[in-house]
């Protein structure tokens, strides 16, 4: 969370009006009182919208579901709190955003996506969906 505090504080010292994006995997869910507080606190706006579809999906993702293996790739066993985490990451989740603050209105935003980390070719090259906006002005 401090990556993300210091993020947010940089915005908050920012002059009045100044245009900010914030973006990035912040492995929060859209539903973290303390992540949406930190929006609200700053006028930001989500910019993919509260029903995006999840960034981290081990389930439609072969990257992001090695990490819910109750096994580490070398074949060492997990310790618990590992085994927890690795459960808790079999969830698909929205975990990256992009956040505006102070463009001057929202259609400012022509278009803003969730994007499957594969290529045409079937090729993966990330464990999260990418995030894409595109911004006029």
Same mark, same amino acid.
């Given at each position: 969370?401090?990556?993300?505090?210091?993020?947010?504080?940089?915005?908050?010292?920012?002059?009045?009006?100044?245009?900010?994006?914030?973006?990035?995997?912040?492995?929060?869910?859209?539903?973290?009182?303390?992540?949406?507080?930190?929006?609200?606190?700053?006028?930001?706006?989500?910019?993919?919208? !509260?029903?995006? &579809? @999840?960034?981290?999906?081990?389930?439609?993702? =072969?990257?992001?579901?090695?990490?819910?293996?109750? #096994?580490?790739?070398?074949?060492?066993?997990?310790?618990?709190?590992?085994?927890?985490?690795?459960?808790?990451?079999?969830?698909?989740?929205?975990?990256?955003?992009?956040?505006?603050?102070?463009?001057?209105?929202?259609?400012?935003?022509?278009?803003? !996506?969730?994007? &499957? @980390?594969?290529?045409?070719?079937?090729?993966? =090259?990330?464990?999260?969906?990418?995030?894409?906006? #595109?911004?006029?002005?």
């Amino acid at each position: 969370q401090s990556e993300i505090q210091a993020a947010f504080d940089y915005v908050h010292s920012m002059t009045e009006g100044e245009p900010a994006v914030v973006l990035g995997d912040f492995n929060m869910e859209p539903n973290d009182e303390w992540f949406r507080a930190l929006i609200s606190r700053e006028g930001m706006t989500d910019v993919l919208g !509260q029903e995006a &579809p @999840p960034t981290w999906d081990p389930l439609h993702n =072969f990257l992001s579901a090695l990490s819910t293996s109750f #096994e580490f790739p070398s074949g060492q066993h997990k310790t618990e709190l590992d085994i927890i985490s690795a459960v808790y990451d079999r969830i698909p989740k929205r975990v990256d955003y992009i956040l505006m603050k102070s463009f001057p209105d929202s259609s400012s935003v022509i278009n803003a !996506q969730v994007i &499957p @980390p594969v290529t045409s070719e079937g090729v993966w =090259f990330s464990d999260h969906s990418a995030v894409m906006a #595109e911004v006029d002005g």
